[in-house]
C-alpha cells in the first residue's frame, strides 16, 4: 500500500502534513513530493510515471492553491485515483476549491474541503480498504473508536 502526497510549493507542507500523519497511524507508505504543473511540468510527468509503474503507488493526494491546476494536471496523466486538496492562498480558498472540483467530463478529481488533507488521507484510507482486508479491518476499528470517544466526550452515555 502506498500514497503519494504531491503538492505545489514547500509553503503548503504544514497543510498536507496532516495527510502524511494520519497515512502513519494505518500503516500506509507514502512518498512526498514538492512539483509544480507551471514550474516543473516534465518533473511532474517524470516522477508520476515513475511513482505508478516502479514503485506501486495506488492513489495520489495532491494539494494546491490559487489557480490550483496540480490536482488536475496529476489527474490527467494518470488512471490512478486522485484526491486534491484546495489550499487557501487567496479568496478564502474557494478560488481553489472551483479550480479542483469543477474538472472536465473523464478527468475527475475526488475533492475535500479547503486545507483538509486529514480527509484526503482518509479518502485514500477508504480506498485502498477495497482492496487491502487488514486496511479494513483497522478502518472499521478506528471509526468504532471515534464513534466510543465522541460519546464519552458528549456525554452521551449518561442519557
Not at 102 to 126: C, E, R, Y
Amino acid at each position: 500500500m502506498r500514497v503519494s502526497i504531491i503538492y505545489g510549493s514547500k509553503s503548503d507542507k504544514d497543510i498536507m502534513s496532516k495527510a502524511g500523519v494520519l497515512l502513519g497511524e494505518f500503516g500506509i507508505e507514502y512518498k512526498e513530493y514538492i512539483l509544480s504543473a507551471h514550474r516543473v511540468p516534465e518533473k511532474l510527468t517524470e516522477v508520476l510515471e515513475k511513482l505508478e509503474k516502479e514503485e506501486g503507488h495506488e492513489c495520489i493526494i495532491a494539494g494546491a492553491g490559487l489557480a490550483a491546476h496540480l490536482p488536475g494536471v496529476i489527474a490527467s496523466h494518470t488512471t490512478l485515483p486522485v484526491i486534491g486538496v484546495p489550499i487557501n492562498a487567496a479568496l478564502g480558498g474557494m478560488d481553489s476549491l472551483l479550480s479542483i472540483v469543477q474538472m472536465p467530463k473523464s478527468i475527475p478529481v475526488a475533492t475535500v474541503g479547503i486545507n483538509n488533507s486529514f480527509n484526503a488521507a482518509m479518502l485514500s484510507i477508504q480506498i485502498l480498504s477495497l482492496k487491502y482486508p487488514e486496511l479494513k479491518e483497522k478502518l472499521e476499528l478506528y471509526r468504532k473508536d471515534m464513534k466510543e470517544n465522541f460519546i464519552k466526550d458528549s456525554g452521551l452515555e449518561e442519557a
